[in-house]
């Protein structure tokens, strides 16, 4: 499939702007399970691929899974593997399963490429009275229930963490551009989902014309059985 221009702009904006906001998580993870030379990990959902470049600058093998077409082609543009679907039987298993926000079946099909005692990384948002974004895009999706997901796989729970991940932008328009490239905004009709944002963001632009929005996320570790 080919994506399409406006799709290719969307995917630029996430990589270019938005991507870098959770750089704190991913660090945090990283440290969380020492991550380094002999890892193999795979990410989930993995978008340009930030995450598993930062894992990679680290020693560790690193492939990820992103069924988006433009979002693929940028993180190959990194010189990353990444892959359309989870890689088949007969692959070498991960030492390490990172997933954002991730679906039951999606997770259930990753895990059969993870060694057995292998690290599980689940994220999402954290509490919402934490997290400004989904509040200003109009309260947004629910966070998942991380630890059921992790109950409900069958996996051993072995310790979560918190991370401050505020979202900065130089300006309104980077803060609309970068926040749409999220996904968590309808942009059926871009021009108006742009000015509605807009409006939604001026409580929290600060007098140099920045804009600043605290969150906070979570991320549950587990191990395969």
Known sequence: MTPTPTATLVARDWAEIQERMLVPLYEAVH???????GDRLIGLDCGA??????????????TGVEPRPELRALARERVLEVLEAVPGPGTPPY??????????????AALAVVRRGGAVVLADWGPPERCTVPAVLGGGPAPHDLDGLVERAGLRPDGSGRVFCPFGYADMESAARGLLSAGLYDVSDPVQA???????????????GSVWLPNIFRYVIARTQ
């Open 31 to 37: 440290d969380r399970l020492e991550i380094g030379p």
């Open 95 to 108: 030492d390490v399963l990172t997933a954002f926000a991730p679906e039951p079946a999606e997770l259930a």
């Open 194 to 208: 742009e000015k509605e944002l807009i409006e939604a963001l001026h409580p929290y632009e600060r007098a140099d």
């Open 49 to 62: 691929g930030l995450a598993l470049l930062l894992a990679a600058g680290r020693g560790a093998r690193v």
